[in-house]
């Protein structure tokens, strides 16, 4: 018992820790629809003003459209940061990617990285949402300090299903993983990062595992590919 409450309070720090470091970005992607939204008030305003009331609906409506765009992402950050038990079930890796990007897609923007990500039919699988979602982040936030002075850095999301399990795959095309640290990357403080403390990928694994799963970093011709692999729901 006294092991899974460690293990729980690593998760937790480790989720706090994710926060801090895209707060910036998250920031980002609030004040942009609170500048649209100061816009399409005057808008609206200018409309009354000229007793054009259908123009002033549609730009109210748009005001509408963008503070559920805020909820969404507060929303998000509450529960990502909610210390919770696991709670294991059918979760749609579309919707767990979706919650990634809302917390990490400004930084990505932010720093110019293209992300590609699957597309199409939904895959479901065991796990427990904001968990695997913690998880993507960690994986997402790596290869984006991978790719820090690229101007074509890439971020390729990919799934494949193979017999009874789903594979998530996230790949970069950044300078991969130095080969002296590749076979201890998931050992406690060994890290390639000069402020690191080398514990997400170790945390990252261990959450993993308690869905049942697996999270390896594959072989690759060029950046890394850290495939997350879970059962089909």
Not at 119 to 125: A, I, P, Q
């Amino acid at each position: 018992a006294s092991r899974e409450a460690l293990r729980d309070e690593l998760v937790q720090a480790g989720k706090l820790a994710a926060l801090g470091q895209i707060a910036a970005g998250v920031a980002h992607e609030i004040n942009q629809p609170v500048a649209a939204i100061r816009t399409q008030a005057e808008t609206a305003s200018a409309y009354l003003q000229r007793e054009q009331g259908a123009k002033a609906a549609r730009a109210l409506g748009r005001i509408g459209d963008l503070t559920a765009r805020i909820g969404a992402i507060t929303q998000e950050l509450r529960a990502f940061s909610r210390k919770a038990e696991p709670q294991l079930g059918t979760v749609s890796l579309n919707e767990a990617i979706d919650g990634a990007l809302l917390l990490l897609g400004g930084r990505l923007r932010q720093g110019g990285v293209r992300l590609s990500r699957p597309r199409g039919r939904d895959v479901l699988v065991v796990a427990d949402r904001f968990r695997l979602e913690q998880v993507i982040v960690n994986l997402m936030q790596n290869a984006a300090e991978a790719l820090e002075g690229r101007v074509d850095g890439q971020i390729t999301l990919t799934t494949e299903r193979i017999a009874d399990r789903i594979e998530l795959r996230v790949a970069d095309n950044g300078p991969g993983v130095a080969d002296d640290i590749r076979d201890q990357l998931f050992t406690p403080f060994v890290t390639s990062k000069a402020n690191g403390l080398g514990l997400g990928l170790v945390i990252c694994r261990d959450i993993v595992a308690g869905f049942g799963g697996e999270l390896d970093l594959r072989p690759a011709a060029f950046g890394a590919v850290f495939v997350i692999s879970l059962k089909a729901a």
